[in-house]
Nanobody, 123 residues
Framework: QVQLVESGGGSVQAGGSLRLSCAISEYTSSAPCMGWFRQAPGKEREGVATIDGTEITTYADSVRGRFTISKDGAKNTLYLQMNNLKSEDTAMYYC?????????????????WGQGTQVTVSA
Protein backbone atom coordinates (compact mmCIF):
# COMPACT_ATOMS: atom_id res chain seq x y z
CA GLN A 1 0.00 0.00 0.00
CA VAL A 2 1.51 3.29 -1.14
CA GLN A 3 1.59 5.95 1.55
CA LEU A 4 2.00 9.71 1.25
CA VAL A 5 3.32 11.81 4.14
CA GLU A 6 3.38 15.60 3.87
CA SER A 7 5.58 17.95 5.85
CA GLY A 8 6.86 21.50 5.73
CA GLY A 9 3.75 23.44 6.62
CA GLY A 10 3.76 26.24 9.15
CA SER A 11 2.96 29.86 9.83
CA VAL A 12 4.50 32.65 7.79
CA GLN A 13 3.86 36.31 7.09
CA ALA A 14 2.55 37.48 3.75
CA GLY A 15 5.33 37.66 1.20
CA GLY A 16 7.21 34.80 2.82
CA SER A 17 8.05 31.35 1.50
CA LEU A 18 7.57 27.72 2.47
CA ARG A 19 8.52 24.43 0.86
CA LEU A 20 6.21 21.48 1.29
CA SER A 21 7.45 17.92 0.92
CA CYS A 22 5.54 14.70 0.28
CA ALA A 23 7.38 11.46 1.00
CA ILE A 24 6.09 8.62 -1.18
CA SER A 25 6.58 5.10 0.12
CA GLU A 26 6.63 3.48 -3.33
CA TYR A 27 7.76 6.09 -5.79
CA THR A 28 7.14 5.50 -9.46
CA SER A 29 8.84 7.99 -11.75
CA SER A 30 6.49 7.05 -14.54
CA ALA A 31 3.39 7.69 -12.44
CA PRO A 32 0.89 9.45 -14.68
CA CYS A 33 0.35 12.36 -12.39
CA MET A 34 0.86 13.53 -8.83
CA GLY A 35 -0.18 16.79 -7.33
CA TRP A 36 -0.82 19.20 -4.51
CA PHE A 37 -4.26 20.27 -3.42
CA ARG A 38 -5.51 22.55 -0.67
CA GLN A 39 -8.64 23.02 1.35
CA ALA A 40 -9.56 26.06 3.41
CA PRO A 41 -12.26 25.89 6.11
CA GLY A 42 -15.71 25.93 4.56
CA LYS A 43 -14.37 25.57 1.03
CA GLU A 44 -14.00 22.70 -1.40
CA ARG A 45 -10.66 21.03 -2.00
CA GLU A 46 -8.95 22.71 -4.95
CA GLY A 47 -6.07 21.76 -7.19
CA VAL A 48 -2.89 23.78 -6.75
CA ALA A 49 -0.25 22.13 -8.95
CA THR A 50 0.38 18.80 -10.67
CA ILE A 51 3.30 17.09 -12.39
CA ASP A 52 3.08 14.13 -14.75
CA GLY A 53 5.43 11.31 -15.69
CA THR A 54 7.19 13.49 -18.28
CA GLU A 55 7.47 16.31 -15.73
CA ILE A 56 4.95 18.51 -17.45
CA THR A 57 3.46 20.80 -14.81
CA THR A 58 0.04 22.38 -14.42
CA TYR A 59 -0.86 25.20 -12.04
CA ALA A 60 -3.99 26.84 -10.78
CA ASP A 61 -4.27 30.44 -11.98
CA SER A 62 -4.16 31.67 -8.40
CA VAL A 63 -0.66 30.29 -7.79
CA ARG A 64 0.99 30.38 -11.22
CA GLY A 65 4.25 32.31 -11.05
CA ARG A 66 4.48 31.96 -7.25
CA PHE A 67 4.43 28.18 -6.66
CA THR A 68 6.66 25.51 -8.22
CA ILE A 69 6.01 21.77 -8.14
CA SER A 70 8.87 19.32 -8.56
CA LYS A 71 9.81 15.75 -7.76
CA ASP A 72 13.00 13.94 -6.80
CA GLY A 73 13.02 10.28 -7.75
CA ALA A 74 16.18 9.55 -5.77
CA LYS A 75 14.48 10.77 -2.59
CA ASN A 76 10.98 9.49 -3.42
CA THR A 77 9.68 12.97 -2.72
CA LEU A 78 7.29 15.48 -4.26
CA TYR A 79 7.82 19.15 -3.47
CA LEU A 80 5.87 22.39 -3.60
CA GLN A 81 7.92 25.58 -3.33
CA MET A 82 5.64 28.43 -2.36
CA ASN A 83 6.90 32.00 -2.71
CA ASN A 84 5.26 35.38 -2.17
CA LEU A 85 2.60 33.77 0.00
CA LYS A 86 -0.70 35.55 0.48
CA SER A 87 -3.31 35.29 3.22
CA GLU A 88 -5.63 33.57 0.76
CA ASP A 89 -3.10 30.72 0.49
CA THR A 90 -3.98 29.72 4.05
CA ALA A 91 -5.29 26.14 3.94
CA MET A 92 -4.54 22.50 4.64
CA TYR A 93 -2.33 21.25 1.83
CA TYR A 94 -2.56 17.66 0.61
CA CYS A 95 -0.39 15.50 -1.61
CA UNK A 96 -2.25 13.28 -4.08
CA UNK A 97 -1.31 10.28 -6.25
CA UNK A 98 -2.85 7.31 -8.09
CA UNK A 99 -4.32 9.49 -10.80
CA UNK A 100 -7.34 7.98 -12.56
CA UNK A 101 -7.35 10.26 -15.61
CA UNK A 102 -9.24 13.39 -16.59
CA UNK A 103 -8.51 16.89 -15.36
CA UNK A 104 -5.34 16.71 -13.26
CA UNK A 105 -6.45 19.59 -11.02
CA UNK A 106 -9.70 17.86 -10.02
CA UNK A 107 -9.46 16.11 -6.66
CA UNK A 108 -11.93 13.30 -7.44
CA UNK A 109 -9.53 12.00 -10.10
CA UNK A 110 -7.01 10.89 -7.45
CA UNK A 111 -7.38 7.80 -5.28
CA UNK A 112 -4.51 8.24 -2.81
CA TRP A 113 -4.08 11.10 -0.33
CA GLY A 114 -1.77 12.14 2.44
CA GLN A 115 -2.93 13.41 5.82
CA GLY A 116 -2.22 17.05 5.01
CA THR A 117 -0.01 19.81 6.35
CA GLN A 118 -1.32 23.18 7.52
CA VAL A 119 -0.14 26.44 5.94
CA THR A 120 -1.12 29.68 7.63
CA VAL A 121 -0.25 33.06 6.12
CA SER A 122 -0.78 36.18 8.18
CA ALA A 123 -1.26 39.57 6.61
Amino acid sequence: QVQLVESGGGSVQAGGSLRLSCAISEYTSSAPCMGWFRQAPGKEREGVATIDGTEITTYADSVRGRFTISKDGAKNTLYLQMNNLKSEDTAMYYCAADFAGGDSLTSRNYKLWGQGTQVTVSA
